[in-house]
């Protein structure tokens, strides 16, 4: 039997009767300390049960969003290309499989998971699980780098992005100390 909760006026799925004993199970096939979650900067992400197409990303692969934030993402992506900024859409809806394929991939690879996990968040806790979080890049930039923050279109969003409801998640120094990334902005729900 599946729990449902709702965050604002959006039900949210709690993925399986009790998401983190599912999470606990993937984080030990990983090998993700059972001590992250207890200590992790990040928080739990339950992934939504309503799911928008978002259409294609830059690179020609179907994205999904929160109903709400797509309808602010694509108003968002008007109102800029109006002022001749092109934002594009590098990623936006990621499932806890996705994030622990992605993981898996990087571990096949030969990299830590101490390392993996200073840039990817654990299954289960990565913003894109909510559906509200998006990637961003524009036409004169190498796609998810910090030179993002040197183009027309990071100043764009600097100046425009909260109008539309959208904040960045990870400013350069946050508190939590997750890494800067200029390119990952986030719907904010009503309280
Ligand atoms: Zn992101």
Redesign the pocket.
Known sequence: MSRTAVISDSPVLLVEPVLESRLAELHHQLGIPAAWSAHSKWTLQPEPLDLADAGLDCFGRPQRMLPAALTAWQQMQAAAAAEGINLMLI?AFRSVDYQCELIRRKLDKGQLIEQILTVNAAPGF???HSGR???LGTDDCFALTEDFEETAAFRWLQTNALSFKFLL?YPRNNPAGICY?P??WCFQLDE
Do not use: F, N, R
């Open positions: 990623s990565s913003e894109h979080a998006i990637d998640s990334e390119w990952h």
